[in-house]
């Protein structure tokens, strides 16, 4: 041993066939709702929203980097 230890917590995701752009759409207005800066309303998983998203999660101590269902519950998305 080396005396680093690591784990990793199990986060539900949302898997990719549910990411749809209604679903994205409502992520963006969440976030905007929220003072949130998701870029415009368009639908589409861009940098920018993933940013907003990120700094979301960070903000609201979340599991982190990726569209997980505690997140879609915190911003009100089912």
């Known amino acids: 041993m080396t005396g680093t230890s690591s784990y990793a917590d199990w986060v539900e995701i949302l898997c990719e066939s549910k990411v ?25 998983l861009d940098r920018q929203t993933k940013t907003a998203l990120l700094q979301f999660q960070k903000d609201d101590n979340l599991p982190q980097g990726n569209l997980n269902l505690e997140t879609l519950k915190a911003l009100g998305i089912s």
């Open 20 to 44: 749809t752009i209604e679903r994205i759409r409502a992520i963006q207005m969440a976030l905007k709702q929220k003072g949130y800066n998701p870029g415009p309303i368009d639908n589409v």
